[in-house]
């Protein structure tokens, strides 16, 4: 879809609002909150912290700092950064893969040590702030859903204490395909027996195309 701007922190809080209003007439409101989607939190992190100032300050929208969470692709000067702002956010990072050889053919802006920098990066971010981090894996039939890869994925993760979200890829335009589900339930069960925390993240949103891991438009241009 190309890149055209960043958003400033007051379009981000303008968000919050909106929606937050609409909750209010059906008797809800808002409890939680993820900085994610179809754009990178810390490639805008001035913004991003600044919003999260504003929506968590008492005089402000007052959500809980722990009812936030960053998630990001990786970028690690951003990730040692957000851990020194005095922060009890949650920290989300997509891994997608075990290895370099395929993450990077994931996530072609991955370095060729992106694995184990991340891993790294995560835990510093915990040991500075005591916040548990959580490593997303877009499940994709065929790519990074085999047993071995599974095993592999419990070996890297052994012993760090951080939480596996398994996201079952949504069907979009491209040439991706979402897992059976046995396939996913088989992937969780082996990190599960190794001692790995995992859950499979629950699907929202499919039938307008805005599920979690779908992350392009329907249409190829």
Request: with cysteine; net charge neutral.
């Amino acid at each position: 879809m190309g890149f055209e701007r960043n958003l400033k922190a007051e379009e981000i809080v303008a968000q919050v609002i909106h929606f937050a209003n609409l909750l209010e007439k059906r008797g809800q409101h808002i409890t939680n909150l993820v900085f994610m989607g179809m754009g990178e939190p810390l490639a805008n992190y001035d913004e991003t912290i600044r919003a999260v100032r504003l929506l968590t300050h008492p005089r402000g929208f007052g959500i809980g700092q722990r009812n936030i969470t960053i998630s990001t692709i990786g970028i690690i000067s951003g990730i040692d950064r957000l851990a020194e702002e005095d922060l009890q956010i949650g920290l989300a990072i997509s891994l997608h893969a075990p290895s370099d050889i395929l993450r990077k053919k994931l996530v072609p802006t991955a370095g060729p040590h992106s694995v184990e920098e991340l891993i790294a990066a995560g835990k510093r971010y915990f040991k500075r702030t005591g916040r548990r981090v959580t490593f997303e894996y877009a499940l994709i039939e065929g790519v990074n859903d085999s047993p071995e890869i599974a095993k592999e994925l419990a070996l890297l993760l052994e012993g760090n204490g951080s939480h596996v979200n398994l996201i079952p890829i949504n069907t979009t335009a491209g040439n991706f395909h979402r897992p059976s589900k046995k396939n996913v339930l088989d992937f969780e069960k082996i990190l599960l027996k190794s001692g790995i925390n995992c859950t499979v993240r629950v699907e929202k949103g499919s039938e307008i195309s805005a599920a979690c891991g779908q992350l392009r438009t329907d249409i190829i241009v």
